[in-house]
């Protein structure tokens, strides 16, 4: 390529500017309603301290292996994640892992944007000063009435499509990123207010407890395996969301720094998130298994016990509302680039059809408490099949092809100079150990997790 024609590429494609950019920006895809809604409910429906625990493994030995492996993908390649794998093994099926991804993101989307529904929904209630009360009965009467109603269910899923998509086609991204940005640090902020609340609540020891003191005996395959989920889940892995990101990183990011970076920040949000919860789960007499509904029945009655409950309310549940936007992005993303540079769509007509599939699919998830909570496949509303299979099985299978791919196709060589920066980083021990766990360990272990938690050994 010439140098006028490198140049030309080089401003064609958008790239992240800073290196603190890149951290922020690959943050606010990650951080979202895994860490303020399901790491909480998945703890508190697992058992509490093993569950967090076999999490950290998890994220550590799945998680952030998959993440640098993605990472290094993308920048290597500069691609989206199908074209990436084409890139990297022309003429070869692995483009079908890509593929795969675009299928996740939606079915991820379908569930996501009712959860993030009954967040959009409760900065009104909050506002409105229903949900105030400290009394497990009327909380969760009041989360009961919003997912029991059919129009509630589906019209806020619609808000959220809508708003999901204007941002989109606006193509104002950096604008809500720059926003994302600069929010994130006060949910951080706000987290740290409520957990001292819930904290110091009378009886809240039980909860500290039941986060912190690991009993072993309940943990099963099953259970592994949803906390290897959960790993995926969080840092936004398992399905080419971290190549795209990759693959505006710059040249001389330290990229499996700047992963670490990322995954203990992420970790940070969600033990805020369980401080927050759990203390005041056991202080109010709610139920740690209550399930999807944890968040939504336990955050207003701690709100409503601390002074300018209401207030704080509303703004803890707007800065939800914006970090789960950041991450919606970041997955509605995936299929409109697609669609946009596969089959030549203006990313309005992708966008529009993206959505409209969207609250297609997304109903079945909106309706799963009303008019078809009595529909279940292998014995889940289609809610919950939504959320298990994306989490348990499509990440996992995704990351697995994709470890593969880095430890067994790729070589070492190649790894080496790309995570290296062109030998400009001296860190080869760090890019020996990744190797290591990202050709064997990961895959063994994902192997296993999925077997065995799917009941097949
Ligand atoms: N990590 C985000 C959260 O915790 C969700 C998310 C965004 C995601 N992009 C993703 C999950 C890609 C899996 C894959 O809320």
């Given amino acids: 390529m010439s140098i006028a024609a490198k140049g030309k590429a080089a401003i064609a494609r958008d ?27 998945l703890t508190g429906a697992n058992g509490g301290a093993a569950f967090v625990i076999i999490y950290l493994a998890c994220t550590l030995l799945v ?24 890139k990297l093994a022309p003429r070869q099926v692995w483009w079908l892992v890509g593929a795969a991804g675009v299928l996740s993101a939606f079915l991820i989307l379908a569930f996501y944007t009712e959860v993030a529904a009954w967040v959009f929904a409760y900065v009104l209630k909050a506002i ?16 009961g009435g919003l997912v029991s109603s059919p129009i509630q269910s589906l019209v806020w899923q619609w808000v959220v499509l809508a708003w999901v998509s204007i941002i989109i086609i606006a193509g104002v991204s950096k604008g809500i990123e720059a926003m994302t940005k600069r929010l994130l640090p ?38 592994v395996l949803v906390a290897m989920g959960l790993s995926f889940f969080k840092l936004s892995v398992g399905m080419g969301t971290m190549i795209t990101y990759g693959s505006y990183f710059r040249d001389d990011q ?11 920040a992420d970790l940070l949000v969600s033990m805020l998130a369980g401080i927050a919860i759990f203390p005041a789960v056991f202080a109010f007499g709610f139920q740690p298994a209550a399930g999807p509904s944890l968040l939504f029945i336990t955050i207003p009655a701690v709100f409503s016990s601390m002074p300018l409950g209401s207030v704080f309310m509303v703004i803890f549940f707007i800065l939800t509302a914006i970090a789960a936007t950041g991450a919606m992005l970041s997955l509605f993303e995936v299929p409109v680039a697609y669609l946009n540079e596969r089959l030549g769509w203006s990313r309005l007509k992708a966008t529009l059809v993206t959505a409209i599939a969207l609250a297609v699919i997304g ?14 496949l292998f014995g889940m509303t289609m809610f919950d099949l939504l959320d298990y299979l994306t989490s348990n099985i499509l990440l996992p299978v995704g990351g697995l092809f994709i470890c593969i791919f880095v430890g067994w196709k790729w070589g070492f060589k190649e790894l080496k100079q790309a995570l290296s920066n062109e030998g400009k980083l001296e860190n080869g021990g760090i890019v020996r150990a990744f190797f290591a766990t990202a050709k064997i360990i990961t895959p063994v272990l994902v192997f296993i997790v999925l077997l065995s938690g799917l009941g097949v050994i």
């Fill in 254 to 264: 330290n990229i499996p720094g700047t992963a670490t970076r990322v995954m203990l």
């Fill in 128 to 143: 409105g000063g229903g949900i105030l009360s400290t009394s497990p009965e009327v909380t969760s009467a009041a989360f």
């Fill in 363 to 376: 109903s079945t998830a909106a309706l799963s408490n009303s008019l078809l909570a009595e529909f279940k």
């Fill in 63 to 86: 998680g952030l292996p998959v993440m640098i492996s993605e990472l290094v993908i993308g920048r290597k390649t500069r691609a989206n994640a199908i074209t990436a794998f084409q």
């Fill in 186 to 223: 006060l949910l951080f902020i706000l987290l740290i207010i409520v957990g001292i609340r819930s904290l110091t609540l009378p009886g809240a020891g039980e909860g500290l407890t039941f986060l912190l003191k690991p009993d072993f005996s309940k943990v099963t395959g099953a259970t």
């Fill in 15 to 41: 790239g992240f500017a800073t290196r603190l950019g890149v951290i922020t920006a690959t943050l606010g895809s990650a951080v979202g309603l895994g860490n303020i809604w399901k790491f909480p409910y």
